[in-house]
């Protein structure tokens, strides 16, 4: 009888193994056929995408003598000199298959660019409400709310401000935007948002 259970569990084990086998080989070939046909697409006009423009003229440039902010603001210059596109979770084979491989290089600098927007903004507004500015950080966050960004601490410190001064419609607004996120980030971002909820 022991012999008999024992028999079967090796048999089990084996079958889901073999299955789960097939299925991995399946989603392989299935990737590669994308890739292959991706890799043959050719280039598409790319000059209609919404390119994230900074309102520099929105933001307190040069009005602290704060080392911090001052280099926040350098890279904010710098950036709004660059081509910046948020495009979501679109991995590389997404991108190639939309627009061409041909434009793969310049649609993943454009994303790397807002990738670092995102974290200057953040810093940015943190440095202010460090010198006790919190309305030129409220302008700062919610610009990368505006275009994108998936940083909790984005939504996290906007939301402070906003229960600070006891705008309960501005904050359940922030709420309704972190749920629209096409990011991995948006359920954990959205039950933070949630707990912050004054009774």
């Known amino acids: 009888m022991a ?112 990738i670092t927007l995102c974290r200057v903004l953040v810093e940015y507004a943190e440095a202010l409400l460090a010198c006790g500015s919190p309305r030129e950080a409220q302008t700062v966050l919610e610009f990368g709310i505006s275009c994108g960004s998936d940083i909790s601490k984005n939504y996290l410190l906007l939301a402070d401000l906003y229960l600070a001064d006891h705008d309960r419609g501005a904050y359940d607004a922030l709420i309704s935007k972190a749920g629209l996120l096409d990011s991995p980030m948006k359920v954990s971002i959205v039950t933070r948002l949630k707990e912050k909820a004054p009774a």
């Open 3 to 114: 012999i008999g259970i024992v028999i079967f569990f090796i048999f089990l084990i084996a079958y889901f193994r073999k299955k789960n086998t097939k299925a991995q080989n399946e989603i392989e070939a299935t990737f590669w056929e994308r890739e292959t046909e991706a890799n043959h697409v050719r280039r598409q006009d790319i000059s209609g995408l919404p390119y994230i423009s900074i309102p520099l003229e929105n933001f307190p440039l040069n009005m602290y003598e704060n080392s911090e902010i001052k280099e926040c603001e350098s890279l904010l210059k710098s950036l709004s000199e660059k081509k910046i596109l948020n495009l979501g979770n679109q991995t590389n084979t997404d991108l190639k298959l939309q627009y061409g491989m041909a434009n793969l290089q310049i649609l993943s600098e454009c994303e790397e660019n807002f």
